[in-house]
T-cell receptor
Framework: ELKVEQNPLFLSMQEGKNYTIYCNYSTTSDRLYWYRQDPGKSLESLFVLLSNGAVKQEGRLMASLDTKARLSTLHITAAVHDLSATYFCAVDMIIQGAQKLVFGQGTRLTINP | NAGVTQTPKFRVLKTGQSMTLLCAQDMNHEYMYWYRQDPGMGLRLIHYSVGEGTTAKGEVPDGYNVSRLKKQNFLLGLESAAPSQTSVYFC?????????????FGDGTRLSIL
């Protein structure tokens, strides 16, 4: 069964702290995406990770991909309130001959002053 | 740039009623997708299309039908709405099968079935 699992599902942290969200997946894939969703809004693409060892950074967020371990991480450095949102990882998979995304459950991040 | 546009944005239906959700994209993308989002479950794929005139079932297709008569439009139909279909529905598009670009999402349709 194809699974994408995020950990933790809920995260409450203080401004200025560092933390990491983990995304594990159960089958081979070389492409993984991270999205952000604000309450009541659509999904916004944050990072596209296309190969083993890929690392992307944007501001206080950094994402990495280890295809051998089937693991991606989203690291938050010195968190600020504006980063409060739900973060989804999604793995690109070939299912029944077509390319599809399989999403994790999402990590709801709350950053407190 | 419109990107992916969904209509309507909100709708309340009674059990047994039917309706159609419209998704339109102006990026000339080949692939289009319909997802539903429920609390704690991420996004689940309902149906998808790999090109004009083609559709296929996703993870949770029961109770829904789709059509892709024009490349830019992907319609999701509920023939007889049920309370279990209360959800937020997202449409997404993608350029082509091997594209490294992420899927582009619409703003969602919030649907309540009473």
């Amino acid at each position: 069964e194809l699974k994408v699992e995020q950990n933790p599902l809920f995260l409450s942290m203080q401004e200025g702290k560092n933390y990491t969200i983990y995304c594990n997946y159960s089958t081979t894939s070389d492409r993984l995406y991270w999205y952000r969703q604000d309450p009541g809004k659509s999904l916004e693409s944050l990072f596209v990770l296309l190969s083993n060892g890929a690392v992307k950074q944007e501001g206080r967020l950094m994402a990495s991909l280890d295809t051998k371990a089937r693991l991606s991480t989203l690291h938050i450095t010195a968190a600020v309130h504006d980063l409060s949102a739900t973060y989804f990882c999604a793995v690109d998979m070939i299912i029944q001959g077509a390319q599809k995304l399989v999403f994790g459950q999402g990590t709801r991040l709350t950053i407190n002053p | 740039n419109a990107g992916v546009t969904q209509t309507p944005k909100f709708r309340v239906l009674k059990t047994g009623q039917s309706m159609t959700l419209l998704c339109a994209q102006d990026m000339n993308h080949e692939y289009m997708y319909w997802y539903r989002q429920d609390p704690g479950m991420g996004l689940r794929l309902i149906h998808y299309s790999v090109g004009e005139g083609t559709t296929a079932k996703g993870e949770v297709p029961d109770g829904y039908n789709v059509s892709r008569l024009k490349k830019q439009n992907f319609l999701l139909g509920l023939e007889s709405a049920a309370p279990s279909q209360t959800s937020v529905y997202f449409c997404a598009s993608r350029a082509w099968a091997d594209s490294n670009q992420p899927q582009h999402f619409g703003d969602g349709t919030r649907l309540s079935i009473l």
